[in-house]
């Protein structure tokens, strides 16, 4: 297990959890695990405690069990997730904006309840734990069937048009946010040129592939790619920013039926067109079957949902048509390609303990672990579907 960080205190958590019960609480014991697998988290460190308390001047003890997410201290990632401002992105999401969008009048449970975030000792926020409430991460490795990538998409509409609310109120609580999954710095450039170097390779010796060898041009992608990250001149919302499958925990009834689905981890959200996070999700969750048969399905059900949900909350903001939505869709879509090369083979390889993300963007040599992720035969179900997409939404062009 992961060390616990020494201001993970009795003390520490006596304060967090009395500031959200609103009462006096005394702690009598604390048991901690690791909240994921080793291999399963690249940019935190995830802990679960089990924490045994009572209230002051009470005599019944409850159990409680929440999620520590915090910075990993001396981690090679460390810079970088300083450079994205992936803990301060999130610290303002939970502690500022989430809230609000509670707070809208509608029950839908959109994210793990905040129980405190803190910028100081280390950045970190404690959230409510929740398996204990019967949500857990999906189970294929195949990516997401129609059933799960409908009722994320209703969802996501859900969090688009509430983030149009708030920004006709207070803008400054939704446009602050403007880094992203693939801001522009030099780590991400340099991922993303090894990355189309090892697309390449897979579709050189490919042979239903070998007609994009030629297409693909490493300057051309990365001066789309900052292009589609800038704000849309006619509509916008907060992009949860990493739709990836881990990103999401869903509940079942009895009977294994889908009931509700919960976005985590907001480290990369981000004031944009909302055809990034359609990109990003559409690329990196969806199954190879929701790719190759439902594409007009997930676009126009995530339609339907925003207009539905805007049209609830009365916004002043006109709803994009169809039309103007998959023209954004179109204008974007090498959002769609850079997931395809840098978040898709990473989410479809096994990755082992010495696999690390400094190992990916640095090595694509044979046997190493970029080399694995793009020959993977998953992968390359995938962006066989993929290119033709990127291709005829002239992503090469």
């Not at 967090?16 to 609103?22: A, D, I, R, V």
């Not at 999620?67 to 990632?77: A, C, F, S, Y």
């Not at 300083?82 to 502690?95: D, H, N, P, V, W």
Request: charge should be neutral.
């Amino acid at each position: 297990m992961a060390a616990v960080p020494t201001f993970l205190t009795k003390t520490f958590l006596e304060s967090t959890l009395e500031k959200h019960f609103k009462r006096d609480v005394k702690i009598l014991n604390i048991v901690a695990s690791d909240a994921v697998g080793r291999c399963e988290n690249y940019a935190s460190l995830l802990l679960r405690l089990h924490i045994t308390f009572l209230h002051k001047n009470g005599d019944n003890t409850q159990k409680l069990s929440i999620i520590v997410k915090t910075l990993p201290q001396g981690d090679e990632l460390t810079y970088l997730m300083a450079t994205t401002k992936g803990f301060e992105t999130e610290l303002g999401i939970y502690g500022e904006l989430l809230p609000v969008i509670s707070n809208l009048g509608n029950d839908q449970k959109l994210f793990a309840k905040p129980l405190g975030t803190y910028f100081n000792p280390r950045p970190t926020i404690l959230l409510e734990d929740l398996t204990s409430i019967g949500f857990k991460m999906y189970q294929s490795e195949e990516g997401l069937d129609l059933t799960h990538c409908l009722l994320i998409i209703e969802k996501l509409a859900y969090l688009h048009a509430a983030s149009v609310t708030i920004y006709e109120k207070t803008p400054d609580l939704i446009t602050k946010y403007k880094t992203g999954l693939y801001s522009r710095n030099p780590h991400f450039e340099q991922q993303l040129r090894g990355s189309i170097s090892s697309l390449i390779e897979l579709c050189e010796k490919t042979s239903e592939l070998a007609q994009y060898a030629n297409k693909i041009s490493y300057d051309k992608i990365l001066e789309k790619a900052y292009l589609c990250m800038i704000p849309s001149t006619k509509f916008n919302v907060l992009n949860h920013g990493d739709t990836w499958i881990k990103n999401f925990m869903f509940s079942y009834d009895s009977n294994g039926e889908l009931l509700d689905v919960v976005f985590l981890d907001f480290q990369f959200s981000l004031f944009s067109s909302p055809a990034l996070d359609l990109h990003n999700f559409w690329t990196v969750s969806t199954s190879v079957n929701v790719k190759k048969n439902h594409e007009k399905n997930i676009f126009s059900h995530y339609h339907n949902a925003l207009v539905h949900h805007l049209l609830t909350f009365q916004v002043s903001t006109p709803p994009p048509t169809i039309e103007e939505l998959m023209t954004e869709v179109r204008l974007r879509a090498c959002y769609s390609f850079v997931s395809s090369v840098i978040s898709l083979p990473i989410s479809l390889a096994k990755r082992k303990p010495s696999d690390t993300f400094y190992s990916f963007v640095n090595d694509g040599s044979e046997g190493s672990y970029r080399n694995r992720c793009f020959n993977n035969p998953k992968y390359l179900n995938n962006i066989t579907q993929l290119l033709s997409f990127h291709d005829r939404l002239g992503v090469f062009d």
